[in-house]
């Protein structure tokens, strides 16, 4: 399938010396949700900054749904919604006004029914007459994400857009981004809630000190690198490991209540039946076992550190 964004070679370095981007190579295909994840100072505003039209790159290409961003800015940003960090708009202005306005901002005539649909769908209907200023905080993230689909955009950022946002309402807004992206529209999040990824994302690309390390499947990459667990309650304390068990990954707990066993779910053999006999043998006795797998988190957390 022909990627919706396609960006060769991105490279920023700013006015001090700061190099920001390093040569990214990425696409992004039409209708996926990709979440880009990485530590504060990656890179990730600035790749959006530049795709987005905000910030001139220092070398490389930037395709938005057919436009180059440079060559054929107008049509490209037509086709791009922006939600940035900041909240920033005409606090004195209703909501009605300013999504209708944001929409005048891209050339695009009048249409009092699409701007209805997106406020309905942003459950802003009932405050279109409010002032911004009146509003929640979740409430005006809710207005920001409006003004970036007044426009109709193929494409959407949101740059942490659930950036101190009660759980309830990070819920909401869940559900109205697979709600978007089964309307059509691709979607590209940033975000520091990596569960947030976990929940939503098809995709997901790692970035680090202005490299992309890392660009893969969701499910791909907790299976790749998700390593799995087996903990086992042991009947009675140990002090130490027992010298017939020497040969196995086994980490014992501090009070010598429990045996950790690390070990691949994808490999042929995993190791827990001999394990398990090894255990019997040794005279270990165990009352409870269970498995588990590396979060999404901690693979972000050591692919980061591990490039660090």
Same mark, same amino acid.
């Given at each position: 399938m022909e990627p919706i964004i396609s960006i060769q070679g991105l490279a920023k370095t700013y006015k001090g010396g700061h190099q920001a981007l390093k040569g990214v190579d990425l696409e992004i295909r039409r209708g996926e949700i990709f979440a880009l994840l990485g530590p504060n $100072?990656?890179?990730?505003?600035?790749?959006? %900054?530049?795709?987005?039209? =905000?910030?001139?790159?220092?070398?490389?290409?930037?395709?938005?749904?057919?436009?180059?961003?440079?060559?054929?800015?107008?049509?490209?940003?037509?086709k791009i919604g922006l939600v940035p960090q900041e909240l920033s708009t005409d606090m004195f202005e209703t909501v009605w006004s300013t999504v209708?306005?944001?929409?005048? =901002?891209?050339?695009?005539?009048?249409?009092?029914?699409?701007i209805e649909k997106v406020l309905k769908d942003l459950s802003l209907w009932?405050?279109?007459?409010?002032?911004?200023?009146?509003?929640?905080?979740?409430?005006?993230?809710?207005?920001?994400?409006?003004?970036?689909?007044?426009? *109709?955009?193929?494409?959407?950022?949101?740059? *942490?857009?659930?950036? %101190?946002v009660d759980v309830e309402l990070r819920r909401d807004?869940?559900?109205?981004?697979r709600g978007l992206r089964e309307q059509g529209v691709t979607i590209i999040l940033t975000t520091h809630y990596?569960?947030?990824?976990?929940?939503m994302a098809d995709?997901? $690309?790692?970035?680090?000190?202005? *490299? =992309?390390? =890392?660009v893969e499947r969701k499910e791909d990459l907790m299976r790749k690198l998700g390593k799995k667990q087996l903990t086992l309650q042991l009947q009675d304390k140990l002090t130490a490991i027992p010298d017939g068990l020497?040969?196995?990954p086994l980490e014992l707990s501090l009070d010598?209540?429990?045996?950790?066993y690390t070990f691949d779910a994808q490999a042929e053999h995993t190791g827990i039946a001999e394990l398990l006999r090894e255990l019997s043998k040794n005279g270990v006795d165990f009352k409870d076992l269970q498995t588990s797998q590396s979060s999404l988190e901690e693979i972000f957390v050591s692919l980061v550190r591990s490039r660090a």
């Open positions: $100072g990656a890179g990730k505003t600035t790749l959006i %900054g530049i795709t987005c039209g =905000l910030v001139n790159a220092t070398a490389g290409t930037v395709v938005a749904d057919g436009h180059d961003i440079v060559r054929d800015y107008r049509n490209a940003r037509t209708s306005y944001s929409r005048g =901002l891209f050339g695009k005539a009048p249409n009092p029914a699409h009932d405050k279109k007459d409010a002032k911004i200023m009146a509003l929640s905080g979740g409430m005006k993230r809710r207005v920001m994400i409006a003004k970036a689909l007044s426009h *109709e955009p193929s494409i959407l950022f949101l740059d *942490e857009p659930t950036a %101190g807004m869940w559900e109205m981004v990596i569960e947030e990824a976990e929940e995709r997901i $690309g790692v970035i680090s000190r202005g *490299e =992309l390390i =890392l020497a040969s196995y010598g209540t429990q045996l950790t």
